[in-house]
T-cell receptor
């Protein structure tokens, strides 16, 4: 079953603008991850945020997590054409220790217009 | 860098054939995963393995089996291929975490068409 659901499904912005994508989930989690997928390629891990963290930064990426609302957002600042990709959130099941299974959402397709 | 290699980028098979998709990782990861990716459905977990010869069903295991005889290799088997198994198949691996999931590292996928 799909736990993470991204919003919007597709987003087009001008180069240089900021892009915000949201993810909602249904059950308790230990951590949430964001991945990027370029067309025709595999997924690449971007950032992981633990359930006891509220915000995390990595370069031009900023991730927030609100466990009370069961939601997360990914902000990409000063977007570039190379940021054009699909972005997925993924959550663990918040259950068994050592359970490495992730559940992925359906993704947000981001297009950066030069 | 972790490298996950899938044996084929594109594969065309016929209905009823037995199909093998191979995946090899070079980072001594304990966990390996097989997903399929379809438009509008995201990634769905077929099977995963947390150790040699160990396997766990994911969300959509029907019509598939897996084999993990060596730590670095995880094979996905379509016992009798059907047209509804036409999809992009992604393999991933990860190390053991200590109470938190480790990032998964993905191969570039195999686009499988069943005719």
């Amino acid at each position: 079953s799909q736990q993470g659901e991204e919003d919007p499904q597709a987003l087009s912005i001008q180069e240089g603008e900021n892009a915000t994508m949201n993810c909602s989930y249904k059950t308790s989690i230990n951590n949430l991850q964001w991945y990027r997928q370029n067309s025709g390629r595999g997924l690449v891990h971007l950032i992981l945020i633990r359930s006891n963290e509220r915000e995390k930064h990595s370069g031009r990426l900023r991730v927030t997590l609100d466990t009370s609302k069961k939601s997360s957002s990914l902000l990409i600042t000063a977007s570039r054409a190379a940021d054009t990709a699909s972005y997925f959130c993924a959550t663990d099941e918040g259950a068994n220790f050592g359970n490495e299974k992730l559940t992925f959402g359906t993704g947000t397709r981001l297009t950066i217009i030069p | 860098d972790v490298k996950v290699t899938q044996s084929s980028r594109y594969l065309v098979k016929r209905t009823g054939e037995k199909v093998f998709l191979e995946c090899v990782q070079d980072m001594d990861h304990e966990n390996m995963f097989w997903y399929r990716q379809d438009p509008g459905l995201g990634l769905r977990l077929i099977y995963f393995s947390y150790d040699v010869k160990m396997k766990e069903k994911g969300d959509i295991p029907e019509g598939y089996s897996v084999s993990r005889e060596k730590k670095e290799r995880f094979s996905l088997i379509l016992e009798s291929a059907s047209t509804n198994q036409t999809s992009m198949y992604l393999c991933a691996s990860s190390g053991h975490g200590t109470g938190v999931n480790q990032p998964q590292h993905f191969g570039d996928g195999t686009r499988l068409s069943i005719l």
